[in-house]
């Protein structure tokens, strides 16, 4: 199988070069783990740089790769010139998921539960919480209901609410919602989204609903909040 056939199977990524309106649009419109890009070694130069910089600089989390046909250190610094997170070769096809997954993860944008105090393998939870709370590590972005995550552990919603009741933490829904509110707080810093783009990436149904969240839990606007955020 071909590197190309190979990362096509990995969700979100961009992985051909195309018109930078094109590529803004692409990393607007829905969550993109990471850019790879293949240009061959004799065709990468101070336009690519231009390519990369434009993006990186409107869409800051979002890591970038650059993949060349064989090792080449000249190349790979004129990358790194370009705040290119990793430069590869095509004989690193073996490695490639390792370096993917080292790369969305270094770029802290997924929400984890630590960040909220909540510690998955701590003995006291029952198995039946930890594979609720993993199902919402993993998938709040896409989770929009308490339903939503009781149908896929197989138990019943008011039958998940105890069992969170029982360890005296967040409520599913409580829980639900401050991810998505974390996650809305590390999209800001990517300048090139607007609150409402940033609502819809952090699954919130609506922007209003984002807007109500952010109040109750950081007693601010999500503008005001940004405002403050990127000041810092």
Not at 14 to 25: A, C, H, Q, R, T
């Amino acid at each position: 199988m071909s590197l190309e056939m190979q990362l096509a199977c990995v969700k979100n990524i961009i992985l051909k070069k195309v018109s930078k309106k094109e590529l803004l649009s692409k990393l607007r419109s829905f969550d993109v783990s990471c850019v790879i890009l293949f240009p061959t070694n004799i065709d990468l130069n101070e336009d690519w740089g231009t390519y990369v910089k434009f993006a990186k600089n409107k869409f800051p989390l979002v890591p970038w790769v650059i993949i060349l046909d064989s090792p080449d250190i000249e190349n790979a610094r004129m990358c790194g010139t370009w705040n290119v997170e990793k430069v590869l070769c095509k004989n690193d096809l073996f490695e490639i998921d390792d370096h993917l997954n080292n790369l969305v993860q270094k770029n802290g944008l997924k929400v984890i539960l630590k960040e909220v105090g909540i510690d998955i393998y701590k003995k006291q939870f029952s198995a039946l919480l930890k594979d609720a709370l993993k199902v919402i590590e993993m998938n709040y972005v896409n989770l929009m209901t308490v339903r939503d995550i009781a149908d896929i552990i197989k138990i019943s919603e008011s039958g998940l609410i105890r069992e969170f009741q029982n360890y005296n933490i967040f409520s599913p829904k409580q829980l639900l919602l401050l991810l998505k509110v974390k996650h809305a707080v590390k999209l800001m810093k990517n300048e090139g989204l607007s609150l409402t783009e940033i609502a819809y990436k952090s699954g919130f149904t609506n922007p209003k609903r984002m807007i109500e969240c952010f109040q109750r839990t950081y007693d601010l606007s999500p503008g005001k909040f940004r405002q403050k955020y990127l000041a810092e």
